[in-house]
T-cell receptor, first 111, second 114 residues
Framework: GEDVEQSLFLSVREGDSSVINCTYT??????LYWYKQEPGAGLQLLTY?????DMKQDQRLTVLLNKKDKHLSLRIADTQTGDSAIYFC???????????FGGGTRLMVKP | NAGVTQTPKFQVLKTGQSMTLQCAQD?????MYWYRQDPGMGLRLIYY???????DKGEVPNGYNVSRLNKREFSLRLESAAPSQTSVYFC?????????????FGNGTRLTVT
């Protein structure tokens, strides 16, 4: 559903930082996730953040959460060509064990 | 471990034909899900099974049925395929780890209905 929104496309040069943004509407969201989908494959969990946190860092990945604005971002430092993929944000709400996904952002990394 | 296995990987159907998409997981997960992926629309939940013996509708259940055959297997059936069901279908599962238990996805079934 469109409760979670992302821009469709991002292009960066190898070695630059990438920032992928996501907005969501449900204030009861508990966990927020970033998934990566490579061509012809399913989605793989990259990282997640609990809603009472505002930042989480995991190697080259930094997740920022602005709960007031319902805005989530994923920063990839030193972006590599292998990072080219579609990135999905997803939210899990208090109501159940299901995720609501955004439409995905296609990241293209140019050498 | 194979994780989540979906069959077939590709399928072409004619309008009105029926088929069943198969999904199996070997991680002893309780919950299983069927999503469809359409360009620019992300993943939309079709049906899910919170535990063996239960199934519930998701966001877009019309035109589909599911069966949770046992803890491992969760199938999706299209009784009378329509071109609007052309999509990539993903099965996923998750364990009992609470809210931080991630979804594990299969590699998808690419279905074309002509």
């Amino acid at each position: 559903g469109e409760d979670v929104e992302q821009s469709l496309f991002l292009s960066v040069r190898e070695g630059d930082s990438s920032v992928i943004n996501c907005t969501y509407t449900d204030s009861s969201s508990t966990y927020l996730y970033w998934y990566k989908q490579e061509p012809g494959a399913g989605l793989q969990l990259l990282t997640y953040i609990f809603s009472n946190m505002d930042m989480k860092q995991d190697q080259r990945l930094t997740v920022l959460l602005n709960k007031k604005d319902k805005h989530l971002s994923l920063r990839i430092a030193d972006t590599q060509t292998g990072d080219s993929a579609i990135y999905f944000c997803a939210e899990r709400r208090n109501a159940g064990n299901m995720l609501t996904f955004g439409g995905g952002t296609r990241l293209m990394v140019k050498p | 471990n194979a994780g989540v296995t979906q069959t077939p990987k590709f399928q072409v159907l004619k309008t009105g034909q029926s088929m069943t998409l198969q999904c199996a997981q070997d991680m002893n997960h309780n919950s299983m899900y069927w999503y469809r992926q359409d360009p620019g629309m992300g993943l939309r939940l079709i049906y899910y099974s919170a535990s063996e013996g239960t199934t519930d509708k998701g966001e877009v259940p019309n035109g589909y049925n599911v069966s949770r055959l046992n803890k491992r297997e969760f199938s999706l059936r299209l009784e009378s395929a329509a071109p609007s069901q052309t999509s990539v279908y993903f099965c996923a599962s998750t364990g009992r780890g609470g809210y931080n238990s991630p979804l594990h996805f299969g590699n998808g079934t690419r279905l074309t209905v002509t």
